[in-house]
């Protein structure tokens, strides 16, 4: 699996300089953990990855690159906060939306193909709610939704899944048991994770970073030990979690602040 590294990246809105100079490289078959406060440049050093930050008013420096020499478009696959279920479609219309929009045989047919149907399902059983391939969204949960979400961004089998908060809107418990799921689907991909929550990187993440200041910059990385999913009664765990939160608190506090790096290993 190949690495992607973001060199010299820069970006702003107008006048607004999100970030400038950034170096990232993001291990092939790893997850990459970002963490950050509100506002801080996120969803936007994700969009920089994706190639979704073109705008009159935007200007951007730096490149990306992928190990393998080929470009990134059309190697990746997108997971946000928002389910974007279409509210019309059922479960297995919304699984293989990705699909029916690029198949030439479905708008002639309007039907799916046996094997994409079977894949569908496939990937309904791996995320736990195959009995509710026919229900509509509002029919579900927040929970269940999500799983209809992480269904979608498999059926798609890119190497590269880039997730913005994709667990923020649910509780704790489900969140926890959306996380299990994710690592264990998502083995081998090179996954970049935007999160709010200390705890979920730290379980997920290969390499934990925070982005912070203005321009926003990158702490050092820090490497959780032990393999993902971590678990919850891992002391060292629990201790990363604890510096974690008063880091995130601090750096909240004095915006604008100078960044320390690597003052949490
Ligand atoms: N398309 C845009 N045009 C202008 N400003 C934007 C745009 N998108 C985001 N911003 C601004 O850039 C900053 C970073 O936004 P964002 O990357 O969404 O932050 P985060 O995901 O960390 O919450 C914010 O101040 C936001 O208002
Ligand atoms: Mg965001």
Known sequence: MFDISLRNAGLAYGDNQIFRNLNLTL??????????????GKTTLLRMIAGLTSGRSIRTQGEVV???????????????????????????????????????SWFRKKKLDTEVKEQALTVLEQVGIVD??????????????????LARTLMEDRPVVLMDEPFAAVDAITRLDLQDLSCQLLTDRTVLLITHDPLEALRLGHHVYHLRGKPAELTDAIIPPGQTPRSLDNEKLMMLQGKLLDRLRHSEHDEGSRVHKGDIQ
């Open 66 to 104: 992928c190990g393998d020499g080929l470009p990134l478009q059309g190697r990746i696959a997108w997971m946000s906060q928002e389910d974007s279920l279409l509210p019309w479609a059922d479960v297995m219309d919304n699984v293989t939306v990705g699909h029916r929009l690029r198949s030439r």
């Open 132 to 149: 509710k391939a026919c229900e509509l969204p509002q029919n579900l949960s927040g929970g269940q939704r999500q799983r209809v979400a």
């Open 27 to 40: 291990e092939g078959g790893r997850w990459t953990c970002l963490l950050g406060g509100s506002g801080v």
